[in-house]
Protein backbone atom coordinates (compact mmCIF):
# COMPACT_ATOMS: atom_id res chain seq x y z
CA UNK A 1 0.00 0.00 0.00
CA UNK A 2 2.95 2.33 1.25
CA UNK A 3 4.27 1.94 -2.66
CA UNK A 4 1.18 2.54 -4.39
CA UNK A 5 -2.35 2.95 -2.14
CA UNK A 6 -3.89 4.16 -5.80
CA UNK A 7 -3.94 0.78 -6.79
CA UNK A 8 -7.54 -0.83 -4.68
CA UNK A 9 -6.78 -3.79 -4.31
CA UNK A 10 -2.98 -2.97 -2.01
CA UNK A 11 -5.38 -0.07 -0.70
CA UNK A 12 -7.82 -2.44 0.61
CA UNK A 13 -5.54 -4.98 2.17
CA UNK A 14 -2.94 -2.63 3.56
CA UNK A 15 -6.47 -1.00 5.19
CA UNK A 16 -7.27 -3.92 6.54
CA UNK A 17 -3.78 -4.27 7.97
CA UNK A 18 -4.12 -1.28 9.47
CA UNK A 19 -7.70 -1.87 11.49
CA UNK A 20 -6.07 -5.18 12.61
CA UNK A 21 -3.13 -3.23 14.67
CA UNK A 22 -6.03 -0.41 15.42
CA UNK A 23 -7.97 -3.41 17.30
CA UNK A 24 -4.08 -3.95 19.11
CA UNK A 25 -3.26 -0.81 20.12
CA UNK A 26 -4.34 0.63 23.78
CA UNK A 27 -6.02 3.93 22.10
CA UNK A 28 -7.04 1.83 19.02
CA UNK A 29 -6.62 4.54 16.92
CA UNK A 30 -4.13 4.85 13.76
CA UNK A 31 -2.56 6.93 10.96
CA UNK A 32 -0.60 5.99 8.20
CA UNK A 33 1.38 8.86 5.64
CA UNK A 34 3.25 7.66 3.03
CA UNK A 35 5.62 9.71 1.05
CA UNK A 36 4.79 8.55 -2.65
CA UNK A 37 1.26 9.80 -2.44
CA UNK A 38 1.12 12.28 0.57
CA UNK A 39 -1.94 10.74 1.27
CA UNK A 40 -2.84 10.71 5.27
CA UNK A 41 -5.38 7.70 6.85
CA UNK A 42 -6.78 7.71 9.97
CA UNK A 43 -9.06 5.28 11.90
CA UNK A 44 -10.04 6.04 15.77
CA UNK A 45 -11.56 3.80 18.88
CA UNK A 46 -15.06 4.34 17.64
CA UNK A 47 -14.49 3.42 13.83
CA UNK A 48 -15.71 6.73 12.82
CA UNK A 49 -13.63 6.58 9.65
CA UNK A 50 -14.79 2.64 8.25
CA UNK A 51 -14.96 2.48 4.50
CA UNK A 52 -12.96 6.50 4.87
CA UNK A 53 -9.48 5.74 6.21
CA UNK A 54 -8.33 7.84 3.88
CA UNK A 55 -8.29 11.76 5.12
CA UNK A 56 -6.92 14.04 3.07
CA UNK A 57 -3.83 14.63 0.79
CA UNK A 58 -1.07 16.14 3.11
CA UNK A 59 1.36 19.45 1.35
CA UNK A 60 4.15 21.05 2.88
CA UNK A 61 2.79 24.57 2.41
CA UNK A 62 -0.14 23.30 5.22
CA UNK A 63 0.86 23.97 9.12
CA UNK A 64 -0.98 21.35 9.69
CA UNK A 65 1.04 19.23 8.12
CA UNK A 66 4.40 20.23 8.90
CA UNK A 67 4.68 17.38 11.50
CA UNK A 68 4.73 15.08 8.36
CA UNK A 69 7.44 16.53 7.00
CA UNK A 70 9.66 17.28 9.81
CA UNK A 71 9.33 13.92 11.25
CA UNK A 72 10.68 13.03 7.42
CA UNK A 73 13.17 14.87 7.75
CA UNK A 74 14.70 14.23 11.05
CA UNK A 75 15.99 10.50 10.43
CA UNK A 76 14.77 9.03 13.92
CA UNK A 77 13.26 5.24 13.92
CA UNK A 78 10.57 6.58 16.27
CA UNK A 79 9.33 10.21 16.99
CA UNK A 80 6.76 10.90 20.10
CA UNK A 81 5.01 13.97 20.02
CA UNK A 82 1.89 16.07 20.59
CA UNK A 83 0.17 16.65 17.01
CA UNK A 84 -2.90 19.11 16.84
CA UNK A 85 -4.54 17.54 13.88
CA UNK A 86 -6.82 20.74 12.73
CA UNK A 87 -8.88 18.99 9.80
CA UNK A 88 -9.87 15.90 12.02
CA UNK A 89 -10.06 18.33 15.51
CA UNK A 90 -8.13 16.21 17.45
CA UNK A 91 -4.93 16.25 19.42
CA UNK A 92 -3.23 13.02 20.45
CA UNK A 93 0.12 11.99 21.65
CA UNK A 94 1.34 10.45 18.93
CA UNK A 95 4.07 7.74 18.49
CA UNK A 96 5.47 7.79 15.09
CA UNK A 97 7.32 5.13 13.56
CA UNK A 98 9.21 5.30 10.12
CA UNK A 99 7.70 2.77 7.41
CA UNK A 100 10.83 2.18 5.60
CA UNK A 101 11.93 -1.05 3.05
CA UNK A 102 15.83 -0.95 2.68
CA UNK A 103 17.14 2.20 2.53
CA UNK A 104 13.93 4.06 1.02
CA UNK A 105 11.26 5.77 3.45
CA UNK A 106 8.01 5.14 2.66
CA UNK A 107 6.02 6.92 4.99
CA UNK A 108 5.30 7.14 8.93
CA UNK A 109 2.59 5.04 10.55
CA UNK A 110 1.84 5.11 14.33
CA UNK A 111 -0.90 5.30 17.11
CA UNK A 112 -1.47 7.71 20.09
CA UNK A 113 -3.57 8.67 22.54
CA UNK A 114 -6.01 11.53 22.83
CA UNK A 115 -4.40 14.25 24.62
CA UNK A 116 -7.07 15.09 26.90
CA UNK A 117 -7.12 11.30 28.28
CA UNK A 118 -3.17 11.27 28.71
CA UNK A 119 -3.76 14.33 30.80
CA UNK A 120 -6.37 13.11 33.04
CA UNK A 121 -3.99 10.04 33.25
CA UNK A 122 -0.74 11.39 33.84
CA UNK A 123 -0.98 14.54 35.66
CA UNK A 124 -2.42 16.05 38.55
CA UNK A 125 -2.40 12.41 40.35
CA UNK A 126 -1.30 12.30 43.74
CA UNK A 127 0.71 9.14 44.72
CA UNK A 128 3.06 9.27 47.55
CA UNK A 129 6.31 8.89 46.63
CA UNK A 130 5.23 9.18 42.54
CA UNK A 131 6.35 12.42 40.72
CA UNK A 132 5.32 13.11 37.27
CA UNK A 133 7.73 14.96 34.96
CA UNK A 134 8.29 14.99 31.13
CA UNK A 135 11.62 15.15 28.73
CA UNK A 136 11.78 16.86 25.89
CA UNK A 137 14.98 15.40 23.91
Known sequence: MAHNDKDLVLRKNGI????????????????????????????????SYSGK????????????DAWFYDVLSDNQAYYINVDTDEFLGTTYIGINYDLRENSELLGIVGTGMDFTRFVRESV???QEGVRNFFINR
Open 124 to 126: GIE
Open 53 to 64: QLQYKLSSSQKN
Open 16 to 47: ALLEAYRLKFQSQSYFAAFTRSENYYFNNAKN
